[in-house]
């Protein structure tokens, strides 16, 4: 892989933004963003476990799905308290998706401001709170919606692999998937991972690196591809915003209604067929990206 480190600002202008990263969809880190807001301070382990600790709420372990595993089924279920009980005590590699806290604690929404000097679109019905223990794994994938996503990480660090859309098929993008079947797990340690000989095309993918510090927001532009390793427990928070074309938000609306229907369709109903289909496609696209790259260079 050819890495390379994302920009990081303070702060940075509407204007400035636009011009140097929204139009070229190109990921930055505002460091000092997040820090203006209440939620920066006023958001901990122990608030979300006043608040909220009740809650049952879905885990998801480290292990890569497979062709037959519908997407987004947890692993485990606890109430938030427990989870959060779980993860100070130490390495637990287990993280909760999706949780929609304001939907259980609406308050939360007076705590940050919507970023709008920076962009339109925010899908304000559905900010989105990530959590995970140390040692927790997210899997290398884009967003199904296709959605520009400012995440802004507020306590513990995580590791950040980051693609462009474009470089799908170098990381051997699952047909009608959002996934990529290469295991990125412990990239950084090498130790084998990834794996260049059995994903040779990966030597290629071309991408950034970083690692997200407490009061870090991360933009990443529509369909960027991410795989984000919990170096401490920590927990951060996703904002939307639909792209403002319209083919952009045709795409994101087939992703969600048309392709993910076809994938868990032919998952119930024809799964080994399904999945040597999806191998052949994968191998056949990635090794056109070796010769592409042989040729050009």
Not at 10 to 30: A, H, M, Q, T
Not at 114 to 124: I, Q, R, S
Not at 127 to 150: K, N
Not at 260 to 265: G, K
């Amino acid at each position: 892989m050819q890495l390379q480190p994302v920009d990081r600002v303070d702060n940075i202008s509407g204007e400035d933004f636009k011009n140097n990263y929204y139009r070229p969809e190109k990921p930055v880190i505002i460091t000092e963003l997040a820090k203006e807001w209440p939620a920066y301070k006023k958001w901990s382990w122990d608030y979300f476990k006043e608040i909220v600790g009740d809650k049952k709420v879905g885990l998801y372990n480290n292990v890569k799905s497979d062709a037959y595993t519908p997407i987004n089924t947890a692993d485990d279920y606890k109430t938030f308290g427990e989870y959060i009980d779980m993860i100070q005590r130490g390495p637990a590699a287990w993280r909760i998706f999706l949780f929609n806290i304001f939907d259980h604690a609406p308050q939360l929404i007076n705590d940050f401001t919507w970023p709008e000097h920076l962009m339109k679109g925010f899908v304000k019905k559905y900010p989105m709170l990530f959590t995970g223990g140390q040692t927790s794994i997210t899997h290398m994938h884009f967003d199904i919606d296709l959605s520009h996503i400012l995440h802004t990480q507020f306590a513990g660090r995580k590791r950040v692999l980051l693609f462009g859309y474009d470089e799908q098929h170098k990381l051997y993008r699952k047909p009608f998937e959002v996934l990529s079947l290469a295991d990125f797990s412990n990239y950084h340690k090498g130790n084998g991972t990834p794996d260049y000989e059995k994903f040779p095309a990966l030597k290629y993918a071309v991408g950034y690196d970083l690692i997200l510090n407490p009061g870090d927001t991360l933009f990443m532009p529509a369909g960027y591809w991410h795989h984000m390793e919990y170096i401490d427990s920590g927990f951060a928070m996703s904002l939307r915003a639909l792209q403002s074309s319209l083919s952009g938000k045709a795409k994101g609306a087939w992703n969600l209604f048309g392709m993910r229907t076809i994938d868990t369709m032919m998952k119930k109903t024809v799964p080994q067929w399904w999945y040597n289909f999806k191998i052949k496609k994968i191998d056949e696209m990635a090794n056109r990206e070796i010769k592409n790259f042989q040729i050009t260079h």
